[in-house]
């Protein structure tokens, strides 16, 4: 299985901002923050390297909906988040994709999430995935991932899995 590794495109980060709270400023870059979905409570701290980033507020404040401590990257490739090393546990095991599904060109024509759904506009790959994969009864995510990997390279596509680790 190859690594994910992420594009730092930001979107998990997005809706976050209604989900993590600053429960109590500590000084301009440590928090204590509550994930309000799962009530944890944890210590956030800027890290060295983003602090002049993250004291640059104007497009987070723009955008109500994301994490207070997501921060567009100063190299402008992508987004960053200012607290990666003591970010909440659920940012630590989000998954965003867990397989990539490409066609018999090379495109990538849709991937799957950590909750094994489907996301693509292929028509004839939500298809497959509905009629033979929805369905596959395996136990764990890695079992049923290889299971869908092997429903889906039968069905001519080829895809990249992704080590849960």
């Not at 990257?73 to 992508?78: F, K, L």
């Amino acid at each position: 299985m190859a690594v994910f590794e992420c594009s730092r495109c930001g979107l998990c980060c997005m809706n976050f901002g209604e989900l993590i709270r600053i429960e109590r400023e500590l000084s301009d870059i440590e928090f204590y923050c509550r994930f309000l979905i799962t009530n944890e409570l944890f210590r956030a701290r800027v890290m060295p390297g983003w602090r002049e980033a993250f004291a640059d507020t104007a497009e987070v404040d723009a955008h109500p909906a994301w994490c207070r401590f997501l921060r567009r990257s100063p190299d402008g490739r992508g987004y960053i988040c200012t607290i990666h090393e003591t970010n909440a546990s659920i940012c630590r095991d989000f998954r965003c994709c867990v397989m990539r599904i490409y066609d018999r060109s090379g495109t990538q024509v849709g991937k799957v999430g950590g909750n094994r759904s489907l996301n693509t506009e292929n028509e004839e790959l939500k298809a497959i995935f509905r009629e033979k994969v929805m369905g596959l009864q395996a136990g764990t995510l890695k079992e049923w991932l290889a299971a869908a990997a092997s429903v889906l390279t039968s069905a001519g596509y080829r895809v990249v899995v992704y080590d849960e680790g």
